[in-house]
């Protein structure tokens, strides 16, 4: 199962609004995770399923999405948030990942 | 606190072998599956092996699949990944990856703890 992400990078400030789209070649229902990464650190689970904030992750961070397409979206950028995103899906394995969503300053 | 340390990367000639290690603490490790996840700058991530919680389920993917073994010690709490006949595509940082709590079903889902990761090289 293929996975797309766009935009491949995005250009925002702090308190923007931002959305990342990610689409599967197949339909995966709502077998999606987000994850956040920084420079020389692992990825960080967001959310899980598709709709669902992880505990201890900001409100702001949010997921929807069914069948292929899926969204992430940040609702008020904070500095902290600037990283690259990659949505993740766990319908049939082998597992795959989107190429990642670079959000920067 | 979950803790997940990898061990056992490092460079290695093409065709040949490494066995990668993942200490697990922190939580109850024989009652999730897990998984191995690696990531390199060119081609991003990708899951390459998975395991169920009680080791009889294994899942490789299509690039590593005959080549990579993964098992586990539910008494050590200890995640093995033996890696043959490796080749420059597999250099990459590995990182192993604990599951998201998914029930009685063999199968991972998403992974809600990662290590640090273990750096692989495979060059001559």
């Known amino acids: 199962i293929r996975l797309t992400q766009s935009p491949s990078s995005l250009s925002a400030s702090t308190g923007d609004r931002v959305t990342i789209t990610c689409r599967a070649s197949q339909a995966i229902s709502t077998s999606v995770a987000w994850y956040q990464q920084k420079p020389g650190e692992a990825p960080k689970l967001l959310i899980y399923?598709?709709?669902t904030v992880q505990s201890g992750v900001p409100s702001r961070f949010s997921g929807s999405g069914s069948g292929t397409d899926f969204t992430l979206t940040i609702s008020w950028l904070q500095s902290e948030d600037f990283a690259t995103y990659y949505c993740?899906?766990?319908?049939?394995?082998?597992?795959?990942f989107g190429p990642g969503t670079k959000l920067d300053i | 606190e979950v803790q997940l340390l990898e061990s056992g990367g490092g460079s290695v000639q093409p065709g040949g072998s490494l066995r990668l290690s993942c200490s697990a603490s922190g939580f109850r490790f024989r009652d999730y599956a897990m998984g191995w996840v690696r990531q390199t700058p060119e081609k991003g991530l990708e899951c390459v092996s998975a395991?169920?919680?009680?080791?009889?389920?294994?899942y490789y993917s299509d690039s590593v699949g005959g080549r990579f073994f993964i098992s586990r010690d539910n008494y050590r709490n200890v995640l093995y990944l033996e890696m043959t006949s490796l080749r420059a595509e597999d250099t990459a940082l590995y990182y192993c990856a604990k599951s998201t709590p998914v029930g009685n079903r063999p199968a991972p889902d998403a992974f809600d703890s990662w290590g640090l990761g273990t750096m692989v090289i495979v060059s001559s």
């Open positions: 399923p598709a709709g």
């Open positions: 993740q899906q766990y319908y049939d394995f082998p597992f795959t």
């Open positions: 395991i169920g919680a009680k080791g009889a389920d294994t």
